[in-house]
């Protein structure tokens, strides 16, 4: 057994205990939050500003702030109260949204304001939440785990954005968006009290600043390919995060069709990702994770015969079918690294911001060659050409975390 696993308290049955669905509870709520008001936060941003370049400063700005807080509040987690970094990340997120709500449409004149608390919540909720997740879950639920997260945020965009889409088409003006952020607020309110029932497991030792780059440097480390192919992970994330959602609604004209578009492609990624969680075994992740890098990059052709709804849908619906062969592999891959020895296991915090670093440091890679991609130009031409080079970095993902994907038995 790994230490990690013992370390957990988990047997190696991959059954779950009380806290493990508690987490998943307090991710359900976390997700749900920000899918009914994210979902459409770019195009509020967009229809307030009409620029790309707005937007792109918006998410660089997060994702910079994302990595700074890692790092920075790993030292809180590791030697003070990480329940506390874990509430503070969800009534953060909400007061970015309130924030928001209460800025209006001159909310793009403070997208600095608006760009650090969104960076510095969402920074806080991952971090806390990825160390809980690897103290609650062992080498044998992890896959079990990450399947059942899916389907949760799978499920939660089936639902979530269509009603957001709803209400926003029915509500004229600035008071559907007044709603939704609003009702964000409750849901976030509701994450913390739910994360009180989470116990705090105490991390021993002090909190090493410079294990990230010493880990980097040292000869022959496992972390080198695996930083490489989180890297790429983000590099795709953070610009299809921003570009997909918002094309969508600049080819229907409705919040209410991307809604629709969240939904349907939701609802594939529900079915996928408990089929993946529940069937794809360990000595098959290397080949099923590379089949999801194929179609995930294939789908994107799609938008060479014209971006419209359907193209875009076909795109969707092929990533969604596709993604957790290449995201379950690649998250449990990288928390069996950390759990593999008794090292690993005591500096799992500062593995844990090792990790939220890589993803960090492709979404802003990406977010540069965005933000200069567009201020070139804007022909669709161009557009998908950036898609494309961009939507293909999980090929090298898969690459460098290939040799990782098979355990060795313990």
């Known amino acids: 057994m790994h230490i990690s696993e013992a370390n957990s308290g988990q047997s190696n049955t991959g059954r779950f205990d009380r806290q493990t669905w508690l987490l998943l509870v307090v991710n359900g709520l976390f ?17 307030a500003s009409q620029s790309y370049i707005l937007l792109g400063a918006f998410t660089l700005l997060t994702h910079i702030v994302m990595a700074a807080t890692f790092w920075l509040a790993g030292n809180w ?6 329940m506390i970094v874990l509430r503070l990340g969800i009534g953060g997120s909400a007061v970015f949204y309130g924030t928001v709500l209460l800025l209006g449409k001159s909310a793009i004149q403070a997208i600095w304001l608006l760009g650090l608390l969104n960076g510095l919540s969402v920074g806080f909720f991952w971090l806390a939440y990825n160390v809980v997740y690897f103290e609650a879950t062992d080498a044998s639920s992890r896959d079990r785990f990450n399947g059942l997260a899916g389907v949760i945020g799978s499920v939660v965009g089936i639902a979530v954005p269509w009603s957001s889409g709803v209400i926003l088409s029915r509500m004229a003006g600035e008071s559907g968006y007044r709603m939704i952020f609003m009702i964000s607020l409750g849901i976030f309110v509701a994450g913390v009290l739910f994360s009180f029932l989470l116990r705090h497991r105490r991390t021993d030792g002090d909190y090493e600043w410079a294990l ?3 880990a980097l440097r040292r000869s022959g480390t496992p972390w080198r390919p695996v930083f490489g192919a989180l890297a790429a992970q983000g590099l795709r994330e953070g610009v299809f995060g921003v570009m ?20 349907i492609t939701s609802a594939v990624a529900a079915v996928s990702f408990y089929a993946v969680g529940k069937w794809l075994k360990p000595r098959w992740r290397k080949f099923g994770m590379l089949i999801g890098t194929i179609v995930m990059t294939a789908v994107i052709v799609a938008f060479f ?10 795109f969707g619906i092929g990533a969604a079918l596709f993604i957790p062969l290449y995201t379950i592999p690649m998250t449990t891959a990288v928390f069996d690294l950390i759990g593999q020895d008794e090292e690993g296991a005591n500096r799992r915090v500062e593995y844990v911001v090792i990790r939220e670093l890589g993803l960090n440091v492709g979404r802003i890679v990406g977010m540069i060659a965005f933000m200069i991609t567009l201020s070139i130009s804007t022909a669709p031409l161009v557009i998908n050409c950036m898609l494309l080079a961009i939507g293909s970095s999980p090929i090298i993902g898969w690459w460098l975390i290939r040799n990782k994907l098979n355990p060795k038995p313990s």
């Open 31 to 47: 997700i749900t939050g920000s899918a009914l008001s994210g979902t459409f936060l770019g195009v509020y941003l967009w229809k």
């Open 77 to 82: 987690v590791k030697e003070g109260n990480k």
């Open 212 to 214: 990230p780059i010493r």
């Open 244 to 263: 997909i959602g918002l094309l969508v609604y600049l080819q229907s004209g409705s919040e209410l069709q991307l809604g629709n578009f969240v939904l």
């Open 305 to 314: 015969f014209g971006v419209t709804y359907a193209t875009l849908l076909i």
